[in-house]
């Protein structure tokens, strides 16, 4: 995995070092009382970035983010350097305690997966010395060959150059790893996702072949025909990832954003001019172009996949989402953004698609019973713990979550799918949701992501 790719002298290193400096001191002028963090990579050799490594800085990258917002650290600005020749590399500035932002660096290197690969650099203005670990009473970093202190192992060459790229090859291969998925079938995955979700019955405010929901505009057939439309596009985009070169994953994104826009007009011929899978589009032309490269790069998991998401959608929300105010029509996307600060689909999309890894894929794991059963239970679950764009947009008021969550909590407390008055009260809800103009679009689109992920490694 760190073997392949170009080869960098100590001349373009130095160089970088330079530049790195310079980026640095410059974010110290511009926030003289913040912390500076500045992150990158130990990989040694003279290969210094490819596939794999940017895989490693982005998803370390990911959790250092999530980790300082948990721990509710104000971050004022992030800056990623992911094409680089020497590797990848950013800064995160931040509030806080100089000590206390670097001992939670620490340990990040410490215990996250692929942590001790990170070089996490802490700084302000004023001190610019790094705090030692020793002076923070923490331990020494550890070698990643033999777990004693790395700067004894470091300095007396205990290890060669070969045995500490196994011990960082073995990192990345235990983190990367989980079920194997089949891709072979990834187009046929996809429209069964569009089809299996559509025949799911009965469901809140949405088509099935029982119910318009509330949408008058269409019914289950509209949807049979708009999948249908939709099987070029799927292939266009599986095969747009599969024969993808380069390392800029962001160019793959663009190729299939264009792919996207004639599906788009393909679904409305088919429709007669009816919106029943823009969603879909994206969000399936996204993992069905990560899983076609993902494939052909043999990065069969679903971290490989994820990560693969991260850096084709890298600049998506920068790029989506600016200069929103002056714009003269906005999508109701780009409303809710500027009304609630919701991201939405683009927000989910951007960061890997969390809700489907971390909790609807793990949800349609655990659920037991029939196919209708368990997707039910799938969707209502995703239902109570996403943002729903669609259902804000049609209530006009975000404080519908709220209300959404106590009715996923009430439907399970019942207890679901499997009893009576969990049915019962999934009728009851689609009765006050064709009142009330309520629709589940957008957990209905993630419900379609997570039968095509469950398809993928067999789940279903």
């Known amino acids: 995995m760190f073997t392949k790719g170009q080869a960098v002298s100590l001349t373009d290193i130095l160089t970088n070092k330079e ?15 913040k912390i500076i963090c500045a992150v990158k990579l130990n990989i040694p050799g003279e290969i210094k970035t490819n596939t794999a490594i940017k895989n490693v800085f982005v998803d370390g990258w990911n959790n250092i983010l999530q980790t300082l917002d948990a721990l509710d650290y104000h971050i004022e600005q992030v800056a990623q350097y992911l094409a680089l020749p020497t590797g990848p590399e950013g800064f995160i500035v931040v509030d806080g305690q100089l000590a206390a932002v670097k001992k939670v660096m620490i340990t990040l290197e410490t215990t996250l997966p692929l942590g001790r690969i990170f070089d996490i650099d802490v700084m302000t203005q004023v001190n610019t010395t790094q705090l030692s670990r ?5 331990p020494p970093r550890q070698c990643l060959v033999c777990n004693q202190d790395a700067k004894i192992c470091a300095k007396a060459q205990t290890h060669s150059y070969q045995e500490v ?58 949807f049979i025909d708009s999948t249908l ?9 599986y095969i747009a990832g599969f024969n993808f070169v380069g390392d800029d994953l962001t160019a793959l994104f663009n190729q299939l954003r264009q792919s996207g826009i004639k599906a788009e007009h393909a679904m409305f011929a088919a429709t007669k001019g009816v919106n029943t899978h823009k969603g879909a589009i994206f969000s399936l032309g996204i993992l069905l172009g990560a899983t076609g490269y993902c494939y052909q790069h043999n990065l069969t998991t679903f971290a490989h996949l994820q990560a693969t998401i991260k850096l084709m959608l890298v600049t998506l929300l920068a790029t989506d989402f600016e200069d929103l105010a002056t714009k003269q029509t906005l999508t109701a996307g780009e409303q809710q ?24 894929l793990p949800k349609l ?37 709220a209300e959404m969550q106590t009715w996923s909590e009430q439907y399970f407390a019942l207890g679901g799918s499997k009893a009576d008055a969990g049915i019962s009260f999934l009728h009851h ?24 992920t469950g398809l993928l490694e067999a789940t279903i």
């Not at 009142?435 to 209905?444: E, K, Y």
């Open 229 to 237: 439309a939709l099987q070029t596009y799927f292939n266009e985009a």
């Open 365 to 401: 794991r655990a659920t037991t019973g029939t196919l209708t059963q368990r997707l039910l239970d799938t969707l209502m679950y995703i239902a109570g713990h996403t943002r729903d764009s669609n259902l804000i947009k049609r209530a006009g008021d975000i404080n519908i979550l």
């Open 134 to 138: 020793q002076a923070l009473g923490l």
């Open 19 to 33: 530049v790195r400096s310079f980026r640095q001191a410059q974010l110290q002028a511009q926030y003289p009382d």
């Open 429 to 452: 809800l689609d009765t006050e949701f064709k009142q009330r103009n309520l629709s589940l679009g957008g957990s209905a689109d993630l419900l379609i992501l997570t039968i095509y």
């Open 337 to 360: 953004f500027l009304k609630y600060q919701v991201t939405g689909i683009r927000g989910e999309a951007a960061t890997g698609y969390p809700t489907i890894f971390a909790l609807a």
């Open 165 to 222: 790229l196994a011990a960082i090859d073995r990192l990345y291969q235990a983190h990367f790893k989980a079920p194997r998925w089949n891709q072979v079938n990834a187009v046929n995955f996809a429209q069964k996702g569009l089809l299996y979700e559509v025949s799911l019955n009965p469901k809140p405010g949405l088509v099935d072949p029982a119910s318009t929901g509330a949408h008058q505009d269409m019914d289950v057939f509209t």
